[in-house]
């Protein structure tokens, strides 16, 4: 238990087996329910355990390790306790502990079993009425003695609206006053709100969005201004108006997972993928009216949400992935003409040797619109020079492994028609490559690497750099260093990053993240040559002696001219080791004398450090070796 509100815990029991216990307590209650196995307990302010009662219902259960889950609610100065037992064919037992008889009596049963631990909720007004969600939610209004389903999932797709979405792995109620509350469904695909009614429902979660999960962004920006559309998962397509400078709000134009989404015109013609469909928009960003085309093969056997890629100076076509009738592997040509969506297959069989040869990654030179590449899930590489009707591999190379839910990045050079880099999975090799022969060889790209999976990136406007989301954060590659380098201050969520697009307007790279909305990297000047720029001549010199470091290291920032925004040290895995800025901002400490343990106390290895100090809100690098 904590009495600082959670700064520090100090154990009060300490059981010899994990299964079976789960505890329950209320605000406007003073005492803590504590079931341990059969038996309930209540815990005083004083911690001391005081027997309540014991269940033969429980008991009987024991043998086969299913679990308890209590929920509960105070009315009338009363505690209504519930519990959820799991039992045969994944159904639910309900049992209710009567305070007055200080016993548990079995109530009921429910064809259901639950989505998470806080799936299961009591009224805070009504003793009787219970919630319980799996996939789809129930409610008993006579204390789970009989249930009724609220809304069968399927029935989302054509309610939006009003009907419950699949997974609900939150209930919520409050209390507005003794006759009245608010009743919160939470699931996948957002949260529903009720008044009082338990079986009638409104999604809440259709506007106001900026943190979903995920998957990819396109920004347009045109001569209706700047919007960005998002594919999430479970919130379907979002789309939301960015002018200005204050967050933006999305708003979820269509339901279900979308991942990525591409445009040959800059966002008026907008393709987009969900599992088993392609969706078209016509004539975004004000006409919403959109059309779809149903995959033909089983693309389960394939990328989830296979790829995709626009052909530059046709934005009424698209380039996809998703397997064919006969469920082989081939490139499919989508078009638009003028009445509905017509598809053509390419001749090319990726999988005619190996099953398991199919297509992960597209992508076409918008130098030369008749070269093209793909990678596969056996990270075999392909090169087109006729659109994609006849493919030659690349001999002596394997591209980074695939995602199975996305298709991983391939990116062309907008300038060099022989530049082309091709990314994914970089945990025992690396994540990013680069051909400059355009996919005949490979190499590497740069040094310090993150070893992270690279879902996606983009190359600013002058192709100085590279801006990579990855999962361990976003990163940057400067040309002029060969480097990467974390893009992390105090601002950045400690998230998945998986979609990014770089905006030249606004010197812009828009990052999407995996839970946490979308985030803007916006750039006043891009430091092409690292060194060059930390030398003493900038008079925002960071100091490092000795280095390298074998006991300890003195940083100096007493020399930095500008504001000190943050300053932290990085291992070349992008994995924070030490934050500095606390002690900064606090004691105006300008000198460290680092003893090479990190934030949780332990020594650091032998290898290269990455201190990363934000001064004016420009990143500056040293690096820190330490040796044994």
Not at 93 to 118: P, Q, R, W
Not at 204 to 225: K, M, R
Not at 389 to 408: D, M, Q, R, S
Request: aromatic share 14%.
């Amino acid at each position: 238990f904590s009495d600082n509100y959670g700064e520090s815990f100090k154990e009060i029991f300490n059981f010899d087996y994990n299964n079976s216990i789960d505890i329950w307590g209320n605000r406007e209650y003073n005492k803590l329910f504590v079931q341990l196995k059969d038996t309930l307990y209540q815990l005083d302010t004083n911690n001391n355990l005081t027997f309540l009662a014991q269940s033969p219902f429980i008991q009987s259960l024991l043998d086969d390790n299913n679990d308890i889950i209590m929920t509960g609610s105070i009315i009338n100065a009363t505690p209504i306790i519930y519990y959820a037992t799991k039992y045969q064919n994944s159904n639910r037992m309900i049992l209710k502990y009567n305070d007055a008889k200080k016993e548990i009596a079995y109530m009921g049963e429910v064809e259901t079993d639950m989505f998470m631990s806080n799936s299961f909720q009591v009224s805070k007004i009504n003793p009787n009425l219970i919630w319980i969600g799996g996939v789809n939610c129930y409610y008993s209004t006579d204390g789970g003695l009989g249930w009724n389903m609220i809304n069968s999932w399927t029935e989302y797709y054509k309610d939006v609206k009003n009907k419950l979405h699949a997974d609900i792995p939150g209930i919520n109620t409050f209390k507005i006053d003794n006759s009245s509350e608010y009743i919160f469904i939470n699931t996948d695909g957002g949260t529903y709100l009720s008044k009082d009614n338990p079986s009638v429902y409104q999604n809440i979660s259709l506007s106001g969005l900026n943190v979903s999960q995920y998957y990819s962004t396109y920004t347009y920006d045109g001569p209706l201004g700047q919007y960005v559309y998002a594919g999430a998962q479970d919130q379907g397509f979002q789309i939301g108006d960015i002018s200005g400078n204050n967050t933006a709000e999305l708003s979820q134009d269509i339901s279900g997972d979308y991942g990525a989404i591409v445009s040959a015109d800059g966002g008026t013609n907008v393709w987009s993928v969900y599992p088993g469909y392609l969706l078209y928009y016509t004539n975004l960003p004000l006409n919403k009216f959109s059309l779809g085309w149903n995959f033909e093969g089983r693309y389960e056997d394939r990328v989830w949400m296979p790829a995709l890629a626009a052909i530059p100076g046709e934005p009424k076509k698209v380039v996809i992935a998703p397997g064919t009738a006969n469920n082989t592997s081939k490139l499919i040509i989508v078009s638009y003409n003028g009445n509905k969506l017509v598809a053509d297959e390419l001749p090319f069989q990726f999988d005619t040797e190996d099953p398991y040869n199919d297509v992960s990654a597209i992508g076409i030179s918008s130098v030369d619109t008749k070269l093209w590449y793909v990678a596969t899930k056996q990270g075999n590489f392909y090169t087109s020079n006729d659109a994609g009707n006849t493919w030659t591999l690349t001999p002596n190379f394997k591209a980074p492994g695939y995602n199975y839910l996305h298709p991983t990045p391939i990116v062309t050079s907008n300038s060099n028609r022989n530049i082309v880099y091709v990314g994914g999975a970089g945990y025992n090799s690396p994540g990013v490559y680069v051909s400059k022969d355009a996919g005949k060889t490979f190499e590497a790209l740069g040094e310090n690497m993150p070893k992270a999976f690279f879902y996606d990136f983009d190359l600013n406007n002058d192709e100085s750099a590279i801006f990579a989301a990855t999962s361990v954060g976003p990163y940057i590659y400067i040309f002029g260093s060969n480097k990467w380098y974390p893009i992390i201050d105090n601002n950045t969520p400690d998230q998945i990053f998986w979609s990014v697009n770089y905006i030249p307007s606004t010197k812009t790279a828009r990052f999407a993240t995996y839970g946490r909305g979308i985030w803007d990297f916006k750039i006043d000047n891009l430091i092409t040559n690292v060194e060059t720029h930390q030398s003493p001549i900038t008079n925002t010199m960071v100091d490092i002696y000795p280095n390298p470091a074998h006991d300890f290291v003195n940083i100096d920032l007493s020399k930095v001219n500008g504001k000190i925004n943050s300053s932290r040290i990085f291992d070349i895995d992008g994995n924070l080791v030490l934050d500095l800025t606390n002690k900064i901002t606090t004691n105006n400490q300008s000198l460290f004398k680092w003893d090479l343990n990190n934030d949780l106390g332990y020594k650091v290895r032998s290898g290269s450090y990455v201190l990363v100090s934000i001064i004016n809100g420009l990143n500056y690098y040293s690096k820190i070796n330490v040796i044994e």
